[in-house]
């Protein structure tokens, strides 16, 4: 039986669409890979300025497998994918591998841009969630993920 | 040219054969791939803080200013726990008493500023401070209630009376406009209802006493404690 002739233009149109949204990294090296953290009042007091932001803070040992992309060039995304509760922000630190940055959900930012020469990036990472307290009705799994442009 | 021929076609199956090989490898690397996840968990989902008379608050805030990134939080930053229990007196003098003047309570009170903003809100010694807060997630309306819990009479040491209704109190603070969130009222029942703070809010008054000087009780010193109590859903 023969394939189906369509295969390789699905082929196409995958690797087309994997091109634009980046091609996801294997980040199962991080760790803790699946974290708990526990929100508290940026602000303990009302104060009448609208400040009803939760924030946490916890430290990642990120670790990228970039094996794939060695010897290209490319650039790396944190992705935070809009999800629940919604309205969520990040911020990280880190300790010079990859870049620091901000991402607010639904969007990503650039945490390294250049030659891959390593199989895998690795980097401490200081990351500060922040939440609007008024959308945190019970806990929420946030998930992020890293992306892959290569140019 | 036909010897030449194949050579594409080499090329195509080439081509092919390469592309059919890139799938699974595609697939190896999505396989692998993982996104971390972080369980957001309120820590202090409800926080009460309440106090009339003096209260302590310690601590530095991530106040108006703060932006994001970073956020700065201090760790130590938390209402304290004060145990003071002021008092509100007054001293009606032997020709004055049941003569249906009434007479301004003080308080030993020493708490003129907000731990809202700092600034000096009730004024000493006529005025007694009570004010707190009310923090919880969620996007509701609901209220902290606070509650006065006292005994029908003001009492001597020989058992003499003054029904606690003689005492009432007007409410107000330096710079406050419209509606108390603590009105005014009187000491009517053993357990009354005197304010409510809202979900996210801080609320605050001042209180000034005043004592009704209707009834003609024996002479002595007259004591009564009135407990407040905050109740958050």
């Known amino acids: 039986m023969r394939p189906p002739s369509v295969s390789p233009f699905c082929i196409i149109w995958l690797a087309a669409a994997a091109a634009h949204a980046g091609t996801v990294v ?12 526990a929100m ?54 880190t300790q010079g591998r990859l870049l620091p940055g901000h991402v607010v959900a639904g969007s990503r930012a650039l945490v390294y841009a250049g030659l891959i020469t390593t199989p895998f990036i690795e980097d401490v990472v200081q990351l500060t969630i922040t939440v609007d307290g008024r959308r945190m009705l019970s806990t929420y799994p946030v998930n992020f993920r890293f992306e892959m442009d290569e140019n | 040219m036909n010897g030449r021929l194949p050579r594409p076609d080499n090329a195509r199956r080439a081509a092919r054969y390469a592309a059919l090989a890139f799938l699974p490898t595609s697939l190896a690397v999505a396989s692998g791939a993982h996104a971390f996840t972080i369980t957001l968990a309120p820590a202090a989902p409800k926080t009460v803080y309440f106090q009339v008379g003096v209260g302590t608050f310690t601590g530095t805030y991530c106040r108006r200013n703060c932006t994001v990134p970073p956020i700065l939080q ?84 020989a058992g003499d009376t003054i029904p606690f209704s003689q005492i009432s109190w007007t409410s107000g603070g330096n710079g406050d406009a419209g509606a108390e969130p603590f009105p005014a009222g009187s000491f009517t029942g053993t357990s009354i209802g005197v304010g409510s703070i809202a979900q996210n809010h801080w609320a605050e008054s001042c209180w000034t006493f005043s004592y009704k000087n209707t009834v003609v009780p024996a002479a002595g010193t007259y004591t009564g404690r009135v407990t407040y109590t905050i109740s958050a859903p």
């Open chain 1, 26 to 37: 294997d980040d199962s090296g991080t760790l803790p890979y699946n974290a708990g953290l």
């Open chain 1, 40 to 93: 508290r009042w940026e602000q303990l007091e009302p104060d009448g300025s609208g400040n009803h932001r939760m924030v946490g803070t916890l430290q990642l040992r990120v670790r990228l497998n970039v094996a794939p992309w060695q010897r290209h060039n490319g650039h790396v995304y944190l992705v935070l994918p809009a999800q629940q509760p919604g309205d969520i922000s990040a911020a990280w630190t």
């Open chain 2, 74 to 157: 201090s760790g130590s930053s938390a209402p304290g726990t004060n145990t003071t229990i002021n008092q509100v007196s007054v001293s009606v003098s032997a020709n004055a008493v049941g003569n249906g003047t009434a007479q301004s309570m003080t308080t030993d009170s020493t708490q003129a500023s907000s731990f809202f903003d700092g600034r000096a809100f009730c004024t000493l010694p006529t005025q007694l401070y009570i004010g707190g807060y009310y923090r919880t997630t969620g996007n509701g309306a609901n209220t902290a209630l606070v509650t006065a819990t006292l005994a029908a009479s003001l009492m001597d040491a």
